[in-house]
């Protein structure tokens, strides 16, 4: 029973792991793209910089995500790279659309909190206790 909890535990890491990797970054980048036309009513101007800056910013993390650096200094680029996301975004969208876009950014940080929060419930659910031992 323990090995079949183990292993459909890696079998679900490795599945999530595998879908993040398929797209190119070109289909990431429109593909986030494409949601914040929805969630912002961008224009066909915007929507053409906004494309580049988040194309530019998935291909920074990649190669973030296949250096050499420790977790720490991982951690620290991809906070750069969105900070300098957040700073291009801020030229690229009106006063009001940019509002709206950090106002999603704070969903999205809860929304990723409460998944984590589940995740780590799920994790020692699965942790096994010793049977009780006979005396």
Not at 51 to 70: A, C, E, F, P, W
Not at 94 to 104: F, I, M, N, P
């Amino acid at each position: 029973m323990k090995s079949l909890k183990i292993l459909l535990a890696s079998l679900l890491l490795s599945t999530s792991v595998f879908s993040q990797t398929d797209k190119t970054p070109e289909e990431r980048a429109t593909a986030q793209t494409e949601k914040m036309k929805s969630e912002l009513t961008l224009t066909a101007e915007q929507v053409e910089k906004v494309k580049t800056i988040n194309l530019g910013i998935v291909q920074k993390n990649d190669n973030v995500r296949n250096s050499s650096m420790t977790a720490e200094e991982k951690k620290a680029a991809y906070k750069m790279n969105e900070d300098a996301r957040d700073s291009m975004m801020k030229g690229a969208l009106t006063a009001e659309q940019h509002q709206k876009y950090e106002a999603l950014k704070v969903v999205k940080m809860e929304n990723k909190a409460k998944k984590a929060e589940i995740k780590k419930a799920n994790v020692k659910k699965m942790e096994i206790t010793p049977a009780p031992t006979k005396n």
